[in-house]
């Protein structure tokens, strides 16, 4: 298996589970973060230094994805499993892909690269390499279909990781804040350098949206893998608690979220959390974004609904004074606030009804005799 991306960790420990159950002696190696590998996966590398984003910021660990894409190839070439799965992570695993694909081996991919946004050059790749795509995106399925790629719907995984979160009201209790409080959630993203670039700007906007509201509860969702003093260093002297590994129960408490795009929007979307998504990147990968990417959205929320029911602020537009008004102006017009927790709703809808783990194992053990 090979999940570099922290977002593909529960979905990669959920589907081990399920192998796990039917083959409890079949070994499993490759890239994961710390799910998978309590799962059982034998890792290859440390999960901490995969998670890498952006055309020119993967500059730097250049020789170290190098070596690591012929460790993980000479290793498959060796052990000879009875399949690969890939998870997202395109620009290692499809390199990946073409290298063991002369060795005769199964190739599955769940969680589809996101091709159909910006890689349509890489469709005609897929097709070549891939055996079978396992997607987590109902649009998926007919965009790959019509390209003559095996491909099925799973659903999405975030179903199944906060089906069991308690409501709304048992959050807050267990979060410590009350019934009435007025709460704002801060999700800058799960890389250090997502982090960097979101964080001091969301933090800017919290004084703006502070001064205007007077008393507001605030609070930021950090993730296990990210150093608490790096948090604590752009939070500074604000009064806003930085709560580890606390996500769902933060979005399914909170009343609006300021989100990085990314996962969490699908995440907030599910709790059916109203949400300002933000976008910043280095000045040259974002020019290079824009001439690839052929959609006008950016956030997994509108690209689902087909068209823009949550706010973006991409680059430029993502300044203190503008993500604060946004934010204000939801939280000052309650038929607004009201429409876009409807819209999400709708979305949450469109995420499947669960088990997408069981079901990728179900389509795999069809395929692929692994046990």
């Not at 507001?216 to 893998?225: E, F, G, I, K």
């Not at 690839?292 to 973006?312: C, F, H, Q, W, Y």
């Not at 430029?316 to 709703?345: C, F, K, N, W």
């Amino acid at each position: 298996m090979s999940a570099g991306d922290p977002s593909a960790d529960f979905p990669g420990k959920n589907l081990i589970d399920h192998l796990r159950q039917d083959c409890p002696e079949v070994g499993i190696f490759g890239l994961g973060g710390p799910l998978m590998q309590r799962a059982g996966l034998e890792p290859l590398a440390d999960a901490r230094d995969l998670a890498v984003m952006g055309f020119f910021e993967v500059v730097p660990k250049f020789f170290y994805f190098r070596r690591l894409l012929k460790t993980v190839t000479e290793t498959i070439a060796e052990r000879r499993p009875k399949a690969v799965i890939l998870m997202d992570y395109p620009g290692f695993n499809l390199r990946l892909a073409k290298r063991i694909r002369s060795l005769g081996i199964p190739i599955v991919y769940y969680i589809s690269p996101q091709v159909w946004a910006w890689g349509k050059g890489r469709v005609a790749a897929i097709k070549r390499l891939v055996d079978l795509m396992l997607v987590i995106f109902p649009f998926e399925e007919p965009f790959f279909r019509e390209q003559g790629i095996d491909v099925r719907f799973v659903g999405h995984p975030v179903v199944d990781r906060y089906r069991d979160v308690p409501d709304k009201q048992t959050c807050r209790a267990g979060l410590r804040y009350g019934g009435d409080d007025r709460i704002i959630a801060f999700l800058p993203g799960s890389r250090k350098q997502e982090i960097a670039r979101m964080l001091p700007v969301m933090m800017r906007a919290a004084d703006v949206i502070k001064f205007d509201l007077g008393r507001v509860r605030m609070t930021l969702a950090a993730t296990p893998n990210i150093d608490e003093d790096l948090y604590r260093t752009m939070v500074g002297g604000r009064e806003i608690d930085i709560r580890t590994g606390m996500t769902p129960e933060i979005l399914a408490a909170s009343d609006l979220v300021i989100t990085s795009s990314g996962t969490a929007t699908v995440e907030a979307a599910y709790f059916g959390t109203p949400m300002v998504v933000v976008y910043k990147t280095g000045f040259a990968t974002y020019q290079i974004a824009r001439r690839l990417v052929s959609l006008d959205s950016i956030a997994m929320v509108n690209i689902i609904a087909g068209r823009k029911i949550v706010p973006e602020l991409i680059q430029s537009q993502a300044t203190a004074s503008g993500i604060a008004a946004e934010a204000l102006t939801l939280l000052h017009d309650p038929s607004r606030y009201d429409t876009m927790v409807r819209d999400l709703r709708q979305v949450r809808g469109a995420l499947g009804d669960g088990n997408a783990g069981q079901k990728a194992w179900e389509i795999i053990r069809q395929r692929v005799m692994i046990c």
